[in-house]
């Protein structure tokens, strides 16, 4: 019997694999010389081309690869496409379009090979896709690795750079770890319920019928494992080192959405398979949350480096996401959907703040401005720049006008207010640290300029400060995050509305 396949479920992530191999194919038979433009273009008409079934799907959920067996209910897939799904894909694609844009600006400076840079975006973004989607614990191994993988070669691409080297062998070497250990909590959860699928294992589970400790240590081992790839304390050892290492658009991606993927497969494993185990997994979580927004806060306070500074920032940010699962404390259904709605909604206002942020960066560091001292008077250089940081750095602190930052701080809090009342006074202390980096940071952008030097461009040429032009992507990133920050920031229902109901 041939199983029938739902093209409208696996449209968005063929797509992205299907232009990955085109933007790699023309930048073979075109060049750079003719095509400088190519690639990012069919770049960007890829992930809007993937966006299509996205929105076509919402509200219609979509299961396909799916088994049956014989007096055990209802078919067990291997994708599922529910509003789950479809939040995380547009996270992603929006992600990986500010991440594109900003791409433009490292290949600029010709150590970069355009097309495979963007080949290895789509292809990892297309992991991303497929984890958000996944219904069984190979699939969301395959797709996970499928993130990671071409996220190594990312980081390491440019040429010439030791330090980029560096980081991408430490990226490398503890993602290798962390995949090994979550394949051995995986097979344990395997062998102590007889299947992979996440419904399948959750029958189990509540049924009684594995042995209790080979899946509680099962259960521990996989979460270990997502926890290296959302850079969660204590497996957190790899994140400055190769965000300062990589390419700053690298660094945007692996903050927004290789960590968007981690979230997700955290969310399958525990709110799918798992949910019957909460009284087990729900305290440890809650102390790596706490761990891992204290630590990132305090060690991003001495920071003076603004990428390493966003470093620890994404480590904290990290351990707000993961507040809301200590909320979940028997498992039930209502429980998991509004603990996982308030982290959705946090991690997709994070991803606007934290491009905006990012996308200064770009722009700072190609003048060669990497350290806070550096963007000293911005604000009356670069108007457009010095506000579209300024504007993220107040909601990356909550503080107003970036209602959306403040919004999504709240969500949290009050998701964990009731089961976990200890965690979001924790989370309220850390926010108040958070201020102090971010403030300074701000107030940088106000003080009076440094005299510019002259630096050395890629090609050679000495290049002033005031007539450097940051690359067209660059400079549309920033405008559109900076947009998107505002609109929600006024509007925060158009992007929290209908994430806070996605589950419920």
Not at 103 to 111: F, L
Not at 174 to 197: D, E, R
Not at 218 to 228: E, H, K, R, W
């Amino acid at each position: 019997m041939v199983q029938t396949i739902d093209w409208s479920a696996v449209a968005a992530p063929l797509i992205l694999a299907c232009g990955a191999l085109v933007v790699l194919l023309a930048d073979a038979f075109v060049g750079t010389g003719r095509g400088a433009h190519l690639p990012a273009g069919l770049s960007l008409v890829s992930l809007v081309a993937a966006a299509v079934p996205a929105v076509a799907l919402w509200g219609s959920p979509r299961a396909t690869f799916c088994v049956t067996q014989p007096l055990t209910g209802p078919p067990a897939c291997s994708l599922r496409i529910d509003d789950l799904t479809l939040v995380v894909w547009g996270v992603v694609l929006f992600g990986t379009a500010m991440v594109t844009l900003l791409g433009t600006g490292s290949v600029a400076e010709g150590r970069i090979p355009q097309g495979e840079w963007h080949f290895l975006l789509l292809a990892s973004a297309t992991g991303a896709l497929t984890i958000a989607a996944a219904g069984d614990l190979i699939t969301l191994v395959v797709a996970l690795e499928v993130v990671s993988l071409p996220a190594f070669a990312l980081v390491g691409l440019r040429r010439g750079d030791p330090a980029a080297g560096e980081a991408s062998l430490k990226f490398f070497l503890v993602s290798v770890v962390a995949t090994a250990v979550m394949l051995m909590g995986v097979s344990l959860l395997y062998g102590a319920t007889g299947s992979v699928h996440l419904t399948r294992v959750h029958e189990a589970v509540a049924a009684g019928t594995g042995p209790t400790g080979v899946l509680g240590v099962g259960a521990l081992l996989t979460v270990v494992g997502l926890g290296f790839k959302v850079g969660a304390v204590p497996f957190h050892m790899w994140v400055p080192d190769t965000y300062v290492g990589a390419p700053v658009a690298v660094a945007a991606y692996l903050s927004v959405v290789s960590k968007a993927a981690g979230f997700v497969g955290l969310m399958l494993v525990l709110g799918l398979a798992l949910p019957d185990l909460a009284p087990a997994w729900s305290p440890a979580v809650a102390a790596m949350a706490a761990l891992t927004m204290t630590v990132g806060n305090v060690l991003a306070l001495g920071q003076q480096h603004a990428v390493r500074l966003l470093a620890w920032s994404s480590v904290a940010q990290a351990g707000y996401i993961l507040v809301p699962f200590a909320a979940i404390r028997f498992g039930t259904g209502g429980e998991v959907a509004a603990a996982f709605s308030a982290s959705l909604g946090y991690l997709a206002a994070y991803a606007v703040m934290n491009l905006g942020a990012f996308a200064v960066a770009t722009a700072a560091t190609a003048r060669g401005r990497r350290r806070l001292v550096g963007y000293r008077g911005l604000i009356r250089e670069r108007p457009l720049a010095g506000w579209a940081l300024a504007f993220a750095l107040v909601s990356l602190a909550g503080l107003p006008p970036g209602v959306l930052g403040l919004l999504a701080k709240v969500i949290v809090v009050d998701a964990a207010a009731g089961p976990a009342t200890w965690l979001a006074v924790v989370m309220a202390v850390n926010v108040a640290v958070g201020l102090v980096y971010y403030l300074r940071w701000l107030a940088e952008l106000f003080r009076p300029a440094e005299d510019t030097t002259v630096t050395a461009g890629p090609a050679g040429r000495a290049r002033g400060d005031a007539a450097y032009r940051p690359a067209w992507g660059v400079s549309l990133a920033i405008v559109l995050t900076l947009a998107a920050g505002i609109l929600f920031s006024v509007l925060p229902g158009l992007l929290l509305d209908p994430v806070l109901r996605v589950l419920g």
